[in-house]
């Protein structure tokens, strides 16, 4: 296997684009991708995409996509695992040039989310749960993070202002980021006293609806010197696993085994333990999800994550800065193109990009993209070369 | 809904058919036809238990299509007497009274219509053990 560098990152501003349809929205991004690398063509791309089909009715995405960036015949290939497709295709990407087969590749995500509607919305999202045992008895994606919430809850003692404590910590986070769909602060009292959607989670607990892309350029490690316009950055961990999507299912409800098993590959892979991790992004697509993933990647024992937000630990200068970007919840959470995005804000960091969100020093970075409940993960690992 | 898979579905939502694995002991709902616990491919049917405990809910209150007219309304997870663990709404308690660890039994409901003119699906609910 073959190391392999990111050496361009894109990503435009992402909110309801009502004006922009999603060729245009993942064009910019790839274009930003490619002219920030400094490429002159790229060899293969991944496009990360939950439902194109159902969100704006178009399948045959990757074909699409390729024509449009302008590099059309070159082999485009869409990779679906929920909100975890992003993540996916980056994995992807990295397989296709570390395995040797392509030299200059694309790793993008899409998603189109704001033209059909919420309720055409709650039920695209809601196929990434399981349509026969779950959704047919009327449970939304808010629904079973709740229930894992309570669950949390009732076991460790989790407290309603400690979930709170995450959504503040990424809105002041998120409104650092000029990207970012809602880059306002918020308070306890504000999480708390928002309308309620699945008790305990109320609206300010969930990621938003959101239209956005974001893209990345890969090459090999050795190829970098011809690609100078930025510090590179190599992918040095990549773990993947999956678990069942039904939550009813699962052994435990207040811990998720993809995501320790994804993590624990990851580390292997790059030879690094969780004290070398400078910063993280993680799938916070409910407040409990952050806390739940903390819990499962291992950076506080099972039930102190919560306490652990509390205290500040998980701010920017805290003991490990978790979701510098915003998260999902303040930047906004286009399924598709999370994955893509949580590698935009490792990338940009460890250039030492990233402006007043900068985490100092940063050298080594993770990011950790989930599907559905938990019944998909990836994560990874990149440090500045 | 299609037709068809909700005729194909019956058996499980009507009458609560599942196998057992006859090495480990694992409970497929629906059937499963390899043990994701052991690997197993013998199975047996059987028919879940109708009772058990309330491990954890939720209360719906921003509802998908096909459920306005029931919202608010509890959904959770009840673990039956064998072990099995499945998902299904809460009714005929107070929403304010519902407790995780109380007693729920399986009854037999109309879980969503589909329009005016579409199917009735009918399936399991769980009534609290009084």
Redesign the interface.
């Known amino acids: 296997m073959r190391d392999v560098a990111v050496i361009g990152i894109g990503m435009n501003k992402w909110g309801e684009l009502w004006d922009k349809s999603l060729r245009d929205i993942f064009t910019e991004a790839a274009l930003k991708a490619i002219d920030d690398g400094g490429v002159d063509h790229i060899d293969s791309m991944y496009i990360g995409n939950m439902s194109s089909g159902l969100f704006v009715g178009q399948e045959h995405l990757a074909s699409l996509l390729s024509d449009y960036l302008g590099q059309g015949p070159i082999p485009a290939t869409r990779i679906e695992s929920a909100c975890c497709s992003g993540g996916a295709a980056f994995r992807s990407a990295f397989i296709d040039v570390a395995s040797g087969m392509n030299d200059i590749v694309l790793a993008g995500g899409v998603e189109k989310m704001n033209d059909i509607g919420g309720?055409g919305a709650?039920?695209a999202l809601?196929t990434a749960a399981d349509q026969?045992?779950?959704?047919?008895?009327?449970?939304?994606f808010?629904?079973l993070y709740?229930?894992?919430a309570?669950?949390h809850m009732?076991r460790y003692g989790t407290t309603r202002k400690q979930l709170a404590e995450v959504a503040v910590k990424n809105h002041e986070n998120g409104s650092k980021n000029p990207l970012a769909q809602f880059p306002f602060k918020t308070t306890v009292e504000g999480v708390i006293n928002s309308?309620?959607?699945?008790?305990?989670?109320t609206l300010m607990d969930c990621s938003p609806i959101t239209d956005g892309a974001a893209a990345v350029i890969l090459c090999p490690a050795d190829m970098v010197k011809d690609y100078k316009n930025h510090p590179a950055v190599k992918i040095i961990g990549s773990g993947h696993a999956t678990d069942?999507i039904?939550?009813?299912?699962r052994d435990d409800?207040t811990y998720l085994k993809a995501t320790e098993i994804a993590g624990q590959k990851a580390l292997k892979m790059a030879g690094k333990r969780l004290s070398d991790i400078d910063l993280c992004e993680v799938h916070d697509c409910f407040t409990i999800a952050e806390i739940i993933v903390l819990e499962s990647l291992g950076f506080f024992e099972r039930g102190k994550a919560a306490a652990a937000t509390e205290a500040g630990e998980t701010r920017i200068g805290g003991k490990i800065p978790i979701n510098t970007s915003g998260g999902l919840k303040s930047k906004g959470h286009p399924v598709g193109a999370t994955g893509i995005a949580q590698i935009y804000e490792i990338v940009n960091q460890l250039r030492g990009g990233a402006g007043e969100r900068q985490v100092k020093g940063a050298k080594v970075g993770m990011a950790q993209n989930m599907g559905g409940s938990g019944g998909s993960t990836l994560v990874h690992i990149l440090e500045v070369m | 809904m299609f037709p068809a898979r909700y005729w194909r579905e019956i058996p499980q939502r009507y009458r609560l058919e599942a196998n057992k694995c006859k090495k480990c002991g694992y409970i497929g709902f629906p059937p499963r036809l390899v043990c994701p616990k052991c690997g197993g491919r013998e199975f047996e049917p059987i028919k879940l238990k109708s009772e058990g405990k309330l491990l954890t809910y939720t209360i719906i209150r921003v509802p998908p299509s096909g459920f306005k007219d029931q919202t608010p309304y509890a959904i959770g997870i009840v673990e039956l007497d064998d072990g099995a663990k499945i998902m299904a709404q809460l009714v005929d308690v107070n929403l304010e009274d519902i407790k995780t660890g109380d007693k729920y039994h399986i009854e037999f409901r109309k879980v969503q219509s589909d329009g005016h003119s579409g199917i009735l699906a009918y399936g399991y609910k769980f009534v609290p053990v009084r």
């Open positions: 309720d709650t039920f809601a026969e045992y779950e959704v047919y008895h009327g449970v939304t808010p629904g709740a229930m894992m309570r669950a009732e309308p309620m959607v699945a008790d305990p989670l069942t039904a939550l009813s299912t409800l």
